[in-house]
């Protein structure tokens, strides 16, 4: 009997290496595992069976990384029944590492969200309490690992979708450096910022995924080569050095609960024998937020133009012909809420007469954050603060304030916007629920987020399984 709940990808596959199961074993126990819990969780859009010659164990992606052959949704109406004719680069190297794909995971309509509940096909709940979200707009693959649905799977994280649901699931998730991994096949949002990363149980199984995914591909001109990936071994923090920068750490809205548990693990840095010190990103979290909310809103305003109802997926005709009368009753029909929003926000910061002002200005702004954090990776290492100012809230608690659900994503964005690595691990609970902590290093410091994020789970020892599923 495989107990999909506390078995990581990496005794997964000691396990088919040894031959004590064979990879179609695998993946009918997860298939199992999801018939009995994902009605209640709605963790996954659609559902694969074992492929012939599987070698290697399962995979879960999110639903806004294409798929040769499998429908890829991006959580929207629009491309309700989109077939892909090519696999994305992520899911080609994961069929060539010969992980079998369980299923494609549900999400916030193109990735806009943090909640989950922006999907057109129905919110996903946490394992830890279904009355609450599992963060989003990645919740379905953070929900998915959580509740022993997938070892493992891919997310997205444009503004903090790896990274926030992870932390709200009890997960371990990295938003990659920009450029290491491709974005060839994946449903775009904002261009500059989207970057592919894994969520898993553990550190260990976060440094394999990412060496599964990781590299220049020639169709992603912005890829480049990557550092050969380490799997963490060490278990102390001996030199090196860490900043609190007060800002992250500091900002309005972050529960006592959550502060608390991010300070008990910055104790434990220290005893660890990691160098503490404190630190300042003024600029970075004032105006991360707002910069985010010009920039991704005008990427993606340009980038959804492409549903027009002529090339592929929904088409809604127009009476007697007229070209814009179609497409506009196709956008209406397809994009709910969110997605409309963000395109008439990005479109406004775009038009003549407000680019320089709104878009232009955002992307200066951008440079300052950028330059900021540069500064203090002159003295650390390595930063920590929590990953979201809460832990998991209510379904339905946010989704009438567009703009008390963005700030859920305040402390992720900061880095997001200066194209850094973020790796979040739980780091204890509050109010029985899971809390992140968010390590960010300079650029390609993925092997020392690693190390610092493996030892740390070594010496936590938090229990990644659902209380109300153990």
């Not at 010659?53 to 879960?60: D, E, N, T």
């Not at 739980?426 to 994020?453: A, D, H, K, M, W």
């Amino acid at each position: 009997m495989i107990d999909t709940l506390r078995i990581t990808a990496e005794e997964a596959l000691g396990l088919v290496e040894r031959g004590e199961v064979s990879p179609a074993e695998l993946h009918a126990a997860y298939r199992e595992a999801i018939a009995e819990r994902d009605e209640e969780l709605h963790c996954y859009l659609t559902l694969v069976d074992a492929p012939d010659g599987a070698a290697s164990i399962p995979i879960a992606l999110k639903d806004i990384i294409g798929t040769k052959g499998v429908r890829t949704t991006a959580g929207s109406k629009i491309l309700d029944d989109y077939v892909p004719v090519y696999d994305a680069t992520v899911a080609q190297r994961c069929k060539d590492a010969g992980l079998s794909l369980l299923g494609k995971t549900n999400l916030d309509e193109f990735a806009m969200g943090s909640s989950t509940e922006n999907s057109a096909y129905g919110p996903s709940r946490n394992p830890w309490d279904t009355t609450r979200v599992p963060g989003g707009s990645g919740g379905g693959s953070a929900a998915a690992v959580s509740a022993g649905l997938a070892p493992w799977a891919l997310g997205s994280d444009t503004g903090g979708s790896i990274k926030q649901p992870s932390a709200l699931c009890g997960n371990v998730g990295l938003r990659p450096t920009y450029g290491t991994v491709s974005r060839y096949g994946v449903v775009a949002f904002a261009s500059s910022l989207d970057q592919i990363g894994p969520v898993t149980k553990t550190v260990r199984d976060n440094a394999r995924l990412y060496r599964i995914i990781s590299g220049r591909d020639p169709c992603d001109s912005t890829t480049v080569d990557v550092p050969p990936v380490e799997i963490p071994e060490a278990e102390d923090l001996n030199g090196v050095r860490v900043g609190i920068a007060r800002e992250l750490n500091e900002a309005e809205g972050i529960e006592p609960g959550v502060d608390a548990a991010v300070r008990r693990a910055i104790d434990l840095a220290a005893e660890l024998g990691a160098e503490i010190d404190a630190c300042e990103l003024p600029r970075s979290v004032e105006y991360g937020l707002p910069c985010y909310y010009l920039i991704a809103p005008a990427e993606a305003s340009s980038n959804l133009a492409r549903y027009d109802g002529v090339r592929y997926a929904l088409r809604r005709e127009a009476d007697g012909g007229d070209y814009y009368d179609m497409v506009a009753r196709t956008r209406d029909a397809g994009f709910g809420d969110e997605p409309k929003r963000r395109i008439m926000l990005g479109t406004y910061a775009l038009s003549a007469g407000y680019y320089e002002a709104f878009y232009g200005q955002a992307q200066k702004v951008r440079t300052v954050i950028s330059r900021e954090f540069a500064a203090a990776f002159e003295r650390f290492d390595v930063l920590l603060s929590p990953t979201s100012p809460t832990v998991a809230f209510k379904l339905g608690e946010k989704t009438e304030n567009p703009l008390a659900m963005y700030l859920a994503d305040v402390l992720t964005i900061p880095p997001n916007m200066a194209g850094l690595p973020g790796l979040s691990i739980p780091c204890g609970l509050s109010e029985g629920l899971p809390v992140g902590l968010q390590l960010i290093g300079p650029q390609f410091s993925e092997n020392t987020l690693f190390r610092v994020g493996h030892a740390l789970e070594r010496a936590l020892g938090f229990d990644t399984v659902p209380e109300r599923l153990r």
